[in-house]
Nanobody
Framework: QVQLVESGGGLVQAGGSLRLSCAAS????????MGWFRQAPGKEREFVAA????????YYADSVKGRFTISRDNAKNTVYLQMNSLKPEDTAVYYC????????????????WGQGTQVTVSS
């Protein structure tokens, strides 16, 4: 019912920037929030950032605070993740997801997931 498509990933040097987009279609009005997660090879999927549809509250993992910014465009049903001052440790596949319950940092609360976009940061 809900489809999520990520885009904007790529290869950048350390210190560079990327802007990820997540285009949502379907009945997203039932979702509480949209979130970004990432997963590096051999590691578990981890929370990055989230934003609520109502109230525009934002949440960030400590590892990205001050560097990443999540935003949304309700008219376009699109969520963005602006990533600045990228580090090699940020290398991962980034996924967007739609949540129907809280807390936003819990991946088990998300009902829909995109296929992911690769972000590679070279040193």
């Amino acid at each position: 019912q809900v489809q999520l498509v990520e885009s904007g990933g790529g290869l950048v040097q350390a210190g560079g920037s990327l802007r990820l987009s997540c285009a949502a279609s379907g009945r997203t009005f039932s979702s509480y929030a949209m979130g970004w997660f990432r997963q590096a090879p051999g590691k578990e999927r981890e929370f990055v950032a989230a934003i609520t549809w109502s109230g525009s509250n934002t949440y960030y993992a400590d590892s990205v605070k001050g560097r990443f910014t999540i935003s949304r465009d309700n008219a376009k049903n699109t969520v963005y993740l602006q990533m600045n001052s990228l580090k090699p440790e940020d290398t991962a596949v980034y996924y967007c997801a739609a949540e129907s319950d809280y807390p936003v940092w819990d991946p088990t609360k998300y009902d829909y997931w995109g296929q992911g976009t690769q972000v590679t940061v070279s040193s």
